[in-house]
């Protein structure tokens, strides 16, 4: 039986572990690992490339990411120099759904192959939703059902999959990333999935997401979380904006646009067409 290393990763003396713990059994065998604090911004070029990050994204990091990215290698690390086969990884504000570690379970008995798989929706408000209110990337409908509803698809079309609350990554894939910063600095965001898969790493995500949101966690300079600028953008001055944002006709469509494209990209790569 495959051995599942489980992380929670958080900041010490400023996490939210207890409410991480809060929904139970789903939490129960979540290792706290400590996060690389750098709200001081003591993180130094040498250890993260910030002339790499400004190549692809053409910014400078924030203190925050420096300071995630640099936790996320820290648990890939360790993970590989375990004696465990897979490591399922979670930031400290989120709620793990019950569905999760069957879910989990199956991926892992039925694609064994599979690298690296994003287990959260950095857009819903809840697990096993989907938000129709906001544009982001959707499965190709040719993706398979892992359990349940739950679907696992790989990434397609230029829309981008964000976020690092839930993931579950094999020990080949821990080890690719790993290689990829030997004698160098890592230089971009931990949820840089596009990347991943350039460097040869399998990265698949599953939708619906497998968790809530405690909703506190902050990484942008704004000092707001994704859920509240989230919420913010769904909000109406009346009745018939409030309505109009609901029902959201035109997102809806985009999103079915997104869909679609992802399908389209999944039959030309299996006809070994080129994008």
């Not at 991926?107 to 989907?130: E, H, R, W």
């Amino acid at each position: 039986m495959a051995k599942i290393l489980k992380y929670v990763l958080g900041l010490d003396g400023a996490n939210r572990f207890e409410s991480f713990y809060s929904v139970g059994v789903p939490a129960k065998d979540f290792v706290p690992y400590s996060a690389v604090d750098n709200r001081d911004n003591h993180v130094t070029d040498e250890e993260f490339d910030v002339e790499l990050f400004r190549s692809r994204w053409h910014r400078d990091p924030t203190p925050a990411e420096r300071g995630c990215m640099l936790s996320h290698v820290k648990m890939w690390e360790d993970f590989v120099a375990s004696d465990a086969d897979w490591a399922l990884i979670a930031e400290d504000d989120v709620l793990i759904s019950p569905d999760a570690e069957v879910v989990v379970n199956a991926i892992i008995t039925k694609y064994p192959q599979v690298q690296l798989v994003n287990l959260c929706d950095a857009c819903s408000f809840k697990a096993g939703t989907m938000n129709p209110r906001v544009e982001y990337i959707r499965l190709s409908l040719l993706s398979p059902f892992v359990h349940g509803k739950c679907r696992m698809g790989k990434l397609y079309g230029s829309t981008r999959l964000g976020c690092t609350g839930l993931y579950l990554i094999s020990r080949s894939g821990a080890e690719l990333l790993l290689k990829q910063f030997e004698n160098k600095a890592p230089g971009t965001v931990a949820d840089d999935y596009k990347l991943y898969q350039q460097w040869g790493v399998d990265v698949r995500f599953v939708q619906p997401g497998l968790c809530d949101w405690e909703g506190s966690s902050v990484i942008l300079d704004s000092g707001k979380s994704h859920l509240e600028m989230l919420a913010e953008n769904q909000k109406g001055s009346s009745a018939l904006d409030r309505v109009r944002i609901a029902l959201a006709p035109k997102m809806r469509l985009v999103n079915a646009k997104n869909a679609l494209d992802a399908t389209l990209d999944e039959v030309k790569q299996r006809l070994g067409k080129p994008k």
